[in-house]
């Protein structure tokens, strides 16, 4: 079950629960963030409309998004509304649960991999995690993207820290980046195609994990994209890779020029 840093939701907040009793005046729901707690909805917060049967829009064991709108934990009551949420607002908070959940499974790893369980893991660095990271799933991609004295820097403990960037680096891929520019070339030297080709090929030839490919516009430009999962990265070798390209050119006496492709806002 993921579990958020706080005992008590805050009015407001979008809450993933699971009904599990539905009556004819409301329903109550077992919230799946905050183990052990439970929010009560009642009738006139189902839907907008007038509700004839509640059954109609909630049944036992679905799994439902509702807003907190009244917290009280003297009583241990939690009020939640099904009608005060767009519909957007409802997808995006279920996408999150479930990379939530991705990630939970992901700190399990990690602490099976120290002989720990997850209980253990939550105490000594998981809620840590929520507060420096915001949720635990951003730290593992801060690992996969920036090591694990990236973590270490932020105060994690260095075998949690390891045996975090160990999980993430295996399970994470490093979104990817795609930018482009073009070069302009021309050579009126009489070996003038073979040295065009022998400069394209220059420029795709950059001895690293980042794949530079070389596409014809229409003499004298071609397009250089490079993919890469670095945005800064990957602009240092688009602009090594038109180099590499001009000097050739340059060198038979020709001329080449780089423009950089606008990204679109």
Known sequence: MVRK?????????????????VLPY????????????????????????????????????????????????KKGHVDASLKRIREDQRTK????????????????????????????????????LMDIF??????????????????????????WAEAITNVAERNITPPEVHISGYIDIQTFDPDGVDIVIKALKAAEDNNTEDEVK??????PRYRITVTSSDYR??????QNAADRAIKIIEDSNGNGEFLRELEDN
């Open 5 to 21: 840093n706080a005992k008590w939701p805050e009015e407001g907040e979008l809450l993933v629960a699971t009904v599990y009793k």
């Open 93 to 128: 908070k279920i996408q999150q649960w479930k990379i939530e959940q991705k990630a939970e499974k992901f700190l399990e790893l990690s602490a099976k991999s120290l002989n720990k369980n997850l209980n253990t893991a939550y105490k000594e660095v998981g809620y840590d």
């Open 214 to 219: 070389v596409q014809y516009v229409g003499a």
């Open 26 to 73: 409301g329903c109550f729901a077992k919230l799946e963030e905050y183990h052990g707690k439970e929010a009560f909805i009642h009738i006139s917060e189902v839907s907008s409309g007038w509700v004839k049967n509640i059954r109609d829009h909630v049944r036992e064991n679905q799994k439902i998004v509702a807003r907190c709108i009244r917290v009280n934990p």
């Open 134 to 159: 915001g949720d635990i799933y951003g730290a593992y991609e801060t690992a996969a993207d920036e090591g694990a004295q990236s973590l270490i820097d932020e105060g994690i403990d260095e075998k």
């Open 233 to 238: 990265i990957a602009e240092k070798e688009l």
